[in-house]
C-alpha cells in the first residue's frame, strides 16, 4: 500500500491497458506511483545541502591543516626565541663580569675612567639585548596561544560540518524513504489478487487509518493492490480441541474444494477417493498452542507444496490430516462394525457352517472409509458390511456374488 496520501499518476499498463486483477507481476516491477513532484524537489535540495557540506568540510579540513601547521610554526619560533634570550643573557652575564674588573682596575688607578665607561656600556647593552630577546619570547608565546586557539576554532568547525553532513544525509534519507512511500512495488513474482485504485483517483492513509483490521473483507475492500503468490498457500483450520494433541508439524493433508466434497460425500467417500479428488496436497506448518476461547478451537496452519493453483484465496476447503499412517494395517470397512454397550464388534461369516459370528474387536487408526483392526480378525476373514441390524451371533447367511480380491465387500484387508 501507499504509505502517504496524493493522487495517483501512474498504474502498470499490461499490453496497453491498465492493470487488472488477474493479471501476472514479477517482483520488484514498479505497480503504482502517487504525485512526487514535491518529494523529489525535497530531495534534490536534500542533496543539494548535502553537496554543500561536503564541501564546507573539505574548506574546514584544509583551515584545521593549517592551524595545525601555525600551531608549529609558532612553537618552533618560541623555541628560537628561547635561544636568542639565552644567548643575550650570557652575553649579559659575560658583559657585566668584564664591568666589574674593569671597575675594580679604575679603583685602584690602573686604568682611565672612560675605559670603564667602554664596558659599562657594553654591560648596558647586552642588558637591552637580554630584554629584547624575553620580550620576542613572550611574543611567540602569545603566538603560540593565538595559534592553538585558531586550531580549536578549526576542529570546532570541522566537527560543525560533519554534524551538517550527518544532517543533510539524513534529511536526504528520509526524502528518499518518503519517495519510495508514493510507490507500490510487487514483493514477489505473483498475481493481482484485488485492485482497488485507478489513474487520477486521490489516495489518502486515512482510508487504512480507519479500517477495522479484523474484519478481512473490509482490509481487501480498502488496500490498494493485492497480491497473492499462488506458490505459498496456506490453509487455516479450526479443529475441535480433541483433535488438536493428534496433530504434528510435518504431517499430511490434502485439500479437497467444497463443492467435491458435498458430491462425494453423498455416495460415500473412500480413502482411494479422498486422494483422487485433493486438489492440492500440503503438510502441517503450525499448530496453536492455546485454545480459540470464542469458538473453543486449535488453529491449524497448512502450508501447500502441491496443487496450489487449483484453489482460491479464501476460498472453502476441506482438509483431511494424516495424524497416523500404518501401510499394512488390517482393516475392515466403517460399516462393517456394530457397537455392544459402547464396545466394537463384527460379524464374520464361518463359511463351513453359513453362519455368522459376532466377535469382538479392538479398533486402531480410523481412515475416511475404513478402520483398524489390531485384534479380533485375521486377514481373509469374510466381514458383513450390510444388513447388520438384523443380525445376531450365530444367525445363518447365505454368501452370494464373492471372491476373495473383492475387498470392498467386507473382507479384512491389509490397507
Given at each position: 500500500t501507499f504509505q502517504t496520501s496524493g493522487t495517483i499518476?501512474?498504474?502498470k499498463k499490461v499490453n496497453g491497458r491498465d492493470l487488472r486483477e488477474g493479471d501476472f507481476v514479477k517482483k520488484g516491477e514498479?505497480?503504482?506511483k502517487l504525485d512526487d513532484r514535491r518529494l523529489r524537489a525535497e530531495l534534490a535540495q536534500a542533496e543539494a545541502q548535502t553537496a554543500e557540506a561536503q564541501t564546507q568540510r573539505v574548506t574546514a579540513q584544509a583551515n584545521l591543516s593549517q592551524a595545525q601547521a601555525n600551531v608549529e610554526q609558532t612553537k618552533a619560533q618560541v623555541i628560537?626565541?628561547?635561544?636568542q634570550f639565552e644567548a643575550a643573557k650570557n652575553d649579559f652575564d659575560l658583559a657585566i663580569s668584564e664591568f666589574?674588573?674593569?671597575q675594580e682596575l679604575f679603583d685602584s688607578g690602573v686604568i682611565s675612567e672612560s675605559d670603564v665607561d667602554v664596558y659599562r656600556n657594553r654591560a648596558e647593552d647586552a642588558q637591552s639585548q637580554v630584554r629584547a630577546a624575553q620580550a620576542q619570547v613572550n611574543a611567540a608565546k602569545s603566538n603560540v596561544k593565538a595559534a592553538e586557539s585558531q586550531l580549536a576554532s578549526a576542529q570546532s568547525q570541522l566537527t560543525a560540518t560533519v554534524a551538517q553532513i550527518a544532517s543533510a544525509k539524513a534529511g536526504q534519507t528520509r526524502s528518499t524513504i518518503s519517495l519510495e512511500d508514493t510507490e507500490i512495488v510487487?514483493?514477489?513474482d505473483g498475481i493481482v489478487a484485488h485492485l482497488n485504485i485507478r489513474e487520477g483517483d486521490f489516495w489518502t492513509t486515512q482510508i487504512l487509518n480507519s479500517v477495522n483490521t479484523s474484519n478481512y473483507q473490509t482490509v481487501v475492500d480498502s488496500v490498494p493492490i493485492i497480491v497473492n503468490d499462488p506458490s505459498a498457500y496456506e490453509v487455516d483450520v479450526e479443529l475441535p480441541t480433541f483433535y488438536g494433541p493428534l496433530v504434528q508439524p510435518g504431517q499430511s493433508a490434502y485439500v479437497v474444494l467444497d463443492q467435491d466434497m458435498s458430491t462425494a460425500s453423498t455416495r460415500g467417500i473412500t480413502q482411494q477417493e479422498l486422494f483422487r479428488l485433493a486438489k492440492a496436497r500440503g503438510a502441517i506448518f503450525s499448530v496453536s498452542p492455546s485454545v480459540n476461547p470464542g469458538e473453543r478451537s486449535v488453529h491449524v496452519t497448512i502450508r501447500l507444496y502441491q496443487g496450489s493453483k487449483n484453489v482460491l484465496d479464501r476460498e472453502r476447503v476441506s482438509v483431511w490430516i494424516a495424524v497416523?499412517?500404518?501401510p499394512t494395517a488390517l482393516s475392515v470397512p466403517l460399516n462393517a462394525i456394530v457397537y455392544r454397550d459402547q464396545k466394537p464388534y463384527v460379524f464374520v461369516v464361518n463359511q463351513q457352517e453359513n453362519v455368522v459370528k459376532?466377535?469382538?474387536v479392538t479398533e486402531g487408526i480410523q481412515g475416511i472409509s475404513l478402520q483398524e483392526i489390531t485384534?479380533?480378525?485375521e486377514l481373509g476373514d469374510l466381514v458383513v458390511t450390510e444388513g447388520l441390524n438384523r443380525l445376531v451371533d450365530g444367525t445363518p447367511v447365505e454368501v452370494i456374488n464373492y471372491s476373495k480380491g473383492n475387498r470392498e465387500q467386507g473382507v479384512g484387508s491389509r490397507e
Amino acid at each position: 500500500t501507499f504509505q502517504t496520501s496524493g493522487t495517483i499518476t501512474y498504474l502498470k499498463k499490461v499490453n496497453g491497458r491498465d492493470l487488472r486483477e488477474g493479471d501476472f507481476v514479477k517482483k520488484g516491477e514498479l505497480l503504482a506511483k502517487l504525485d512526487d513532484r514535491r518529494l523529489r524537489a525535497e530531495l534534490a535540495q536534500a542533496e543539494a545541502q548535502t553537496a554543500e557540506a561536503q564541501t564546507q568540510r573539505v574548506t574546514a579540513q584544509a583551515n584545521l591543516s593549517q592551524a595545525q601547521a601555525n600551531v608549529e610554526q609558532t612553537k618552533a619560533q618560541v623555541i628560537s626565541a628561547q635561544a636568542q634570550f639565552e644567548a643575550a643573557k650570557n652575553d649579559f652575564d659575560l658583559a657585566i663580569s668584564e664591568f666589574k674588573r674593569r671597575q675594580e682596575l679604575f679603583d685602584s688607578g690602573v686604568i682611565s675612567e672612560s675605559d670603564v665607561d667602554v664596558y659599562r656600556n657594553r654591560a648596558e647593552d647586552a642588558q637591552s639585548q637580554v630584554r629584547a630577546a624575553q620580550a620576542q619570547v613572550n611574543a611567540a608565546k602569545s603566538n603560540v596561544k593565538a595559534a592553538e586557539s585558531q586550531l580549536a576554532s578549526a576542529q570546532s568547525q570541522l566537527t560543525a560540518t560533519v554534524a551538517q553532513i550527518a544532517s543533510a544525509k539524513a534529511g536526504q534519507t528520509r526524502s528518499t524513504i518518503s519517495l519510495e512511500d508514493t510507490e507500490i512495488v510487487a514483493p514477489f513474482d505473483g498475481i493481482v489478487a484485488h485492485l482497488n485504485i485507478r489513474e487520477g483517483d486521490f489516495w489518502t492513509t486515512q482510508i487504512l487509518n480507519s479500517v477495522n483490521t479484523s474484519n478481512y473483507q473490509t482490509v481487501v475492500d480498502s488496500v490498494p493492490i493485492i497480491v497473492n503468490d499462488p506458490s505459498a498457500y496456506e490453509v487455516d483450520v479450526e479443529l475441535p480441541t480433541f483433535y488438536g494433541p493428534l496433530v504434528q508439524p510435518g504431517q499430511s493433508a490434502y485439500v479437497v474444494l467444497d463443492q467435491d466434497m458435498s458430491t462425494a460425500s453423498t455416495r460415500g467417500i473412500t480413502q482411494q477417493e479422498l486422494f483422487r479428488l485433493a486438489k492440492a496436497r500440503g503438510a502441517i506448518f503450525s499448530v496453536s498452542p492455546s485454545v480459540n476461547p470464542g469458538e473453543r478451537s486449535v488453529h491449524v496452519t497448512i502450508r501447500l507444496y502441491q496443487g496450489s493453483k487449483n484453489v482460491l484465496d479464501r476460498e472453502r476447503v476441506s482438509v483431511w490430516i494424516a495424524v497416523e499412517e500404518n501401510p499394512t494395517a488390517l482393516s475392515v470397512p466403517l460399516n462393517a462394525i456394530v457397537y455392544r454397550d459402547q464396545k466394537p464388534y463384527v460379524f464374520v461369516v464361518n463359511q463351513q457352517e453359513n453362519v455368522v459370528k459376532l466377535r469382538p474387536v479392538t479398533e486402531g487408526i480410523q481412515g475416511i472409509s475404513l478402520q483398524e483392526i489390531t485384534s479380533g480378525v485375521e486377514l481373509g476373514d469374510l466381514v458383513v458390511t450390510e444388513g447388520l441390524n438384523r443380525l445376531v451371533d450365530g444367525t445363518p447367511v447365505e454368501v452370494i456374488n464373492y471372491s476373495k480380491g473383492n475387498r470392498e465387500q467386507g473382507v479384512g484387508s491389509r490397507e
